[in-house]
């Protein structure tokens, strides 16, 4: 392991297989989406008509948007027109006429802007994801997702928030290799030494945002709350009287934090992939908020589950069929005794294979449905006594395929900020204890109660022990605001980042909404549920939906091994998707 620490190349690849690929809770699920379209597109055809309620009425013309054509190499691929546009809000909204920051923003209009009711405002997760390119990647498939009249009739409007990407960034690092480079070599520790390389990359991260001037601006006004009142500035400025969104994963947090604090304002809000908000403030700061928030429990549900489907798939379907469950334990087990050595193909280095490489990839890979056939396969060849370390990396380097391609590649060009991003917002949103001591037993006994994936969750932002800003307008509850319209809670039953026991307290704290539970794997229910994709989208247009559906299952509709098997363009879709550009200007 030494020898990969001293190898700055090397590292990339373990911190790309490793923290690189689990910050927080995004989704990468626009894959997903041509396996159900067909399916959503027949069960809309009774969709319901769309509600009375107050959208798109501009009474605020004097802040309205500037719209501009751009990214016209995306519209050139794939026939959709984008619109781009910067906005200016006030970093410290308790000084309204004070310091201004921009926000990057792109929309595709309704298709029929005739009978257009409003906008629909998107956030993918994260935090620190980019809603610029999710609606670049996504905005092709709207209508395929949620039916023709939602792409016909709203406006579909990405944002990075503040902070992230394109927007006025948090940048605590002079190149991207230097931040990622500042990681520790495994995405959580096992031992003291490993401790100690966290502890020692958490101090030097803290240190290099405060010894900026321009990252300590922005870093005390991240919190979630601040992106809430940007959105109400986007509202405005889009001359919708009440605001329509989709929030995935973070992006639920987001939009609970938004309906509490504007409730008024709350037409139709779709969140999907809900954390517990009282776990995820987590006042107290007993222990880290991931491990309140107990991720680990639900990704352990989950590869159960992809353990049961795996033995259910047609005869050849899944790698790790028969006994999938005893061959990845042995395994894991394999890998914690003794790491492998594997040829990465890109550079045709030898590096380290680690056990928490492996529960990384799982992680991630288990919340997209589509990429559960490549786990097996990659699990499987590392347990072949046949592999050879290049056949093994040849199956790591597929795992990096089926997430998007090279994300080396991808972290590189432009700088992504997504490390100090997803601090700045999670750490002055949550309480989390400063004492190392608490989160080295935290992740050891999360490890013993809840399997795998207890170190994982524990330490993932470990960063906010030490992280030296605050929000002082943060907002931590209370979030049982009775908003004007329903909101429509999504919850998978079975979701590694999002578990769905946090849909649950969310449907008990609201009032006015309504819980849609989805019997899927996977982490967020867009693209793998034609049942969800087709009542989100009558919802969208009548909001009184949630309300009817509250309570309802969306049942099983596929085994993704078996899908997965017999094709139907799920690969090009994920690489049309992840191949978009981030909309900067």
Not at 318 to 331: G, I, K, S
């Amino acid at each position: 392991m030494a020898s990969v620490l001293r190898c700055p190349q090397r590292r990339w690849r373990i911190i790309e297989i490793a923290w690189g690929l689990v910050v927080m809770h995004s989704t990468n699920v626009l894959g997903r989406i041509a396996l159900v379209s067909l399916v959503v597109l027949a069960v809309l055809a009774g969709a319901v008509s769309p509600s009375s309620s107050s959208v798109g009425t501009d009474t605020h013309s004097q802040n309205r948007i500037r719209w501009r054509v751009c990214n016209d190499d995306v519209t050139a691929e794939t026939g959709v027109v984008y619109e781009c546009a910067r906005l200016r809000v006030p970093l410290d909204y308790d000084h309204p006429r004070g310091h201004q920051i921009s926000l990057n923003l792109v929309r595709v209009p309704a298709t029929d802007p005739e009978r257009r009711l409003g906008a629909i405002l998107v956030n993918p997760g994260g935090p620190g994801g980019s809603g610029v390119g999710f609606v670049l990647g996504f905005g092709p498939f709207l209508g395929l997702a949620y039916g023709p009249e939602v792409a016909e009739r709203f406006d579909l409007v990405g944002f990075d928030p503040r902070g992230v990407a394109g927007s006025t960034p948090i940048r605590c690092f002079r190149t991207v290799d230097e931040a990622f480079g500042s990681r520790p070599p495994v995405a959580f520790p096992l031992t003291p030494e490993e401790e100690a390389l966290f502890q020692q990359a958490d101090r030097e991260l803290a240190r290099n945002c405060a010894s900026r001037p321009s990252a300590r601006r922005i870093a005390r006004h991240m919190s979630t709350a601040n992106a809430a009142r940007d959105m109400d500035v986007i509202r405005e400025g889009m001359g919708d009287e009440q605001l329509n969104f989709l929030g995935l994963s973070y992006g639920a947090f987001l939009g609970t934090t938004y309906a509490n604090l504007f409730p008024d304002r709350v037409r139709s809000f779709a969140l999907d992939g809900i954390d517990d908000p009282i776990a995820y403030v987590n006042l107290e700061a007993e222990i880290p908020f991931f491990a309140r928030l107990r991720v680990d429990e639900g990704a352990q549900e989950t590869l159960e589950r992809f353990f049961e489907l795996c033995e259910a798939a047609a005869p050849g379907n899944c790698a790790l069929a028969p006994n999938a469950r005893d061959r990845f334990a042995a395994v894991a087990d394999s890998l914690l005794d003794s790491p492998i050595e594997v040829i990465d193909p890109g550079t045709g280095e030898s590096v380290v294979f680690t056990y928490q490489a492996l529960i990384a990839i799982a992680a991630e890979l288990l919340g997209d449905t589509f990429a559960y056939a490549d786990l097996a396969d990659s699990v499987a060849s590392i347990e072949s006594v046949l592999a050879t370390p290049v056949e093994v990396g040849l199956g790591i380097e597929k795992l990096a395929t089926s997430l998007g391609g090279d994300v080396t590649q991808r972290m590189r060009e432009p700088y992504n900020n997504v490390l100090e991003a997803v601090h700045a917002v999670a750490c002055a949103d949550s309480n989390n204890p400063t004492d190392y001591a608490i989160w080295s037993r935290e992740g050891a006994a999360a490890d013993e109660a809840f399997g795998y994936f207890g170190r994982l969750s524990t330490w993932t932002l470990s960063g906010c022990a030490q992280w030296p800003f605050d929000d002082d307008d943060r907002y931590v509850g209370p979030f049982d605001a009775y908003t004007a319209n329903p909101i429509l809670i999504i919850g998978n039953l079975y979701d590694p980042n999002t578990r769905y026991e946090g849909a649950q307290t969310l449907r008990s704290i609201l009032p006015n909404s309504g819980l849609l539970t989805v019997d899927v794997p996977g982490h967020t229910s867009l693209g793998i549920s034609a049942c969800a994709g087709s009542i989100t989208g009558q919802y969208f247009l009548n909001p009184d939906v949630a309300s009817s559906v509250d309570g309802q299952t969306c049942p099983v509709e596929f085994n993704p091994f078996d899908v997965v098997a017999g094709g139907g363009g799920q690969a090009e879709m994920r690489q049309a998707a992840t191949q978009s550009g981030s909309g900067e200007q």
